[in-house]
């Protein structure tokens, strides 16, 4: 092949493990200037998406090509790395294509704005490659600072003013419990590399010093990922930010807590094959009872929900607690479905958002309530929302179905022999028949219920792309999984190897 790692190599030499990175570092340099020179958000626009293309042409070209490299011992790039930085960059992108036309993002400084994005995604990738505890951390924090500006930037709004205080007071407390377990994890294995942990420990006994290590950074990461009871963040958050930023915040950063987990404690607890005498059954209870609670909680508590964007946010705290299955089962395949379900969500939950800030745009509000007759005025932004929903309800034959389905098997089945997790599952599975009820509202406000107007609705053609796009992927991943679950089952094998 003429294009190949081998370009990616030639270009970045042995920064080549960060390419995708810093090509996006480039870009958030010179988008302020790009904004100060031509006062024009297409024009920035423009710049931020080729810069995002180049980004994951780099990446693509690494990931087909079975690329594998590592940089200073702090960053290594590989299967698990690669499908990773996919998923951040596509949730950047879908988040630059539509902030263009969406209202909510007008008065912002358009410049700043867009480096903060790709800033933020440069944070997770950072986290995708990491193989230290330092480099985690540090991409942890870029991804939370440049989230917590992002939200504050909708100043016209007192909710987000409010939601960006409570962001950054939670986040501050995440930041400081994660640190404390980081700290008292090296202070156990005596280095910050993963793998050597890894190594560490699984000649040593149990010690006090690493239960502290694994229930802070247990609770630090429970705020990335907004699972119970380190969720109270996330709606705020959610209704006050501009759309975009909610639906980048829904898809993208929480996902970087995930990674972090899957990271530490995969590796500590199952590649380095870790003794019974780390207590690893009891970390695996811990995350079950975790899940449990997340999933019950984040749909209950969406049924009484009349603001959209808040009971999405709920959906996505419930969304949560069926990925920590993955935490609880600890095998391959759980891994594997877990980060397939990763990618359906982005495409599940982001489509939706993109439907509920086109719809701000053009002047529908946030309440359910105002959804009434939508399938009269913008038939398919109807049709493409209720996709959307059966899919994060698990209808079948969409994507939702298909990664729940190899999610809740992989807490039934462990190489065809019956796990101690499928109560687990069970739960999991009636909490996906509740969350239909409230997802249904929606449906029903926009196809049965009676609006006020008949009048027709102009989405801008960004969000309609953008909606497109995650309409296709939807449908798509639903009936042909193996496009992205063969290179998900590549990357788990990377952890178990």
């Known amino acids: ?74 960053f ?83 909710r987000a003013a409010e939601a960006a205080v409570k962001y950054v007071i939670i986040g501050g407390l995440s930041t400081a419990l994660t640190l404390y377990g980081l700290s008292m994890l090296y202070g156990v294995a005596g280095t910050t590399n993963i793998a050597d942990i890894a190594a560490s420990l699984s000649t040593q006994e149990f010690s006090w010093a690493f239960g502290i290590a694994m229930i802070t950074m247990i609770a630090g990461y429970g705020f990335k990922v907004a699972a119970v009871p380190f969720h109270m963040w996330a709606p705020d958050v959610y209704e006050g930010a501009a759309t975009p930023v909610s639906m980048f915040l829904g898809t993208g950063s929480k996902k970087v807590g995930f990674v972090a987990l899957f990271k530490v404690f995969l590796v500590i607890f199952v590649a380095a094959n870790a003794t019974a005498s780390f207590a690893t059954e009891e970390i695996q209870y811990v995350f079950a009872v975790i899940a449990a609670i997340t999933m019950t909680v984040g749909n209950v508590v969406a049924i009484s929900q009349n603001n959209i964007k808040r009971m999405l946010a709920y959906s996505s705290i419930a969304q949560a607690g069926y990925i920590l299955i993955v935490m609880a089962v600890m095998t391959e395949y759980a891994l594997a479905s877990g980060m397939f379900h990763m990618f359906t969500h982005v495409f599940m939950k982001g489509g939706a958002f993109l439907v509920v800030g086109a719809l701000i745009t053009v002047g529908i509000g946030e309440k359910i309530s105002d959804y009434r007759g939508l399938a009269k005025r913008a038939p398919l932004i109807a049709l493409a929302m209720a996709v959307f929903l059966f899919a994060l309800a698990g209808i079948p034959p969409l994507a939702g179905f298909t990664s729940k389905v190899f999610l809740f098997s992989s807490a039934i089945y462990d190489n065809g022999v019956m796990t101690q997790w499928i109560w687990l599952a069970f739960i999991a599975i009636l909490n996906s028949a509740i969350s239909l009820y409230y997802y249904m509202r929606v449906v029903k406000a926009m196809f049965i219920d009676r609006g006020e107007t008949s009048e027709r609705i102009k989405i801008p053609r960004t969000f309609a792309a953008a909606v497109a796009i995650c309409f296709v992927f939807v449908c798509v991943l639903g009936v042909f999984p193996q496009l992205i679950m063969d290179f998900c089952a590549d990357a788990a094998s990377v952890l178990f190897g």
């Open 1 to 74: 092949m003429i294009f190949d790692s081998s370009v990616v190599t030639a270009i970045f030499g042995q920064f080549a493990p960060l390419a995708p990175m810093i090509v996006l570092i480039i870009g958030a340099l010179i988008l302020p200037a790009v904004f100060f020179s031509t006062k024009r958000r297409e024009a920035v626009t423009a710049v931020s998406m080729a810069v995002i293309a180049v980004s994951l042409l780099f990446n693509i070209l690494m990931m087909v090509d079975g690329y594998q490299g590592e940089y200073a011992g702090l």
């Open 76 to 158: 290594s790039y590989d299967a698990f790395a690669g499908i990773m930085i996919l998923l951040f960059q596509v949730v950047i992108f879908l988040a630059a294509l539509v902030s263009v036309s969406s209202s909510e993002t007008t008065r912002m400084h358009y410049g700043a704005y867009n480096s903060l994005l790709l800033a933020a995604s440069v944070g997770m990738m950072f986290v995708a490659t990491a193989s230290d505890l330092i480099t985690i951390f540090l991409g942890v924090e870029l991804a939370s600072i440049m989230s917590y500006v992002l939200v504050a930037m909708k100043r016209s709004d007192p």
